[in-house]
């Protein structure tokens, strides 16, 4: 093999772990917003904002937002880190372009899961935010 197989080999991996990761990820917060949109009678949305960008992945902001009126308001519920080679995601509290109290994501199941028990907690910045917009806006 030649270093430009190596590199490709390389550079291929990099590419399908991201991808595969940032896709799983898009593909949760797509069913969350769903579910987020169709409890609130479409009146609170969840939506994601790239944040930053570096050599060691992504991270994104999960953002939950009333829809409608003037001043559109929206809460950071947490924050996620895709790294350059895909799993495990990081997920915490964002601290300029840091991650604190960083828990590990390795799968889509524990993606899935995370999520999931955001939701059954009454007291998590996710619920707490969307039972907020959605007594704002009457749903």
Known sequence: MTFDDFLGESLDNLTKGFDTAYNDFMGVLTDLQNAVSARTH???TVKVSEVATTTEGSIYDLLVQKVGGFQPQTQRV???QIGSSGYPILVGDRIGNTL????????KIQLTDYIARQLK???SPLVVAVAYF??????
């Open 134 to 139: 959605s007594r704002k806006s009457g749903a």
């Open 100 to 107: 604190e109290s960083v828990r590990e994501l390795t799968s």
């Open 42 to 44: 479409g009146n609170v």
């Open 121 to 123: 907690n009454s007291s």
């Open 78 to 80: 947490a924050s996620f």
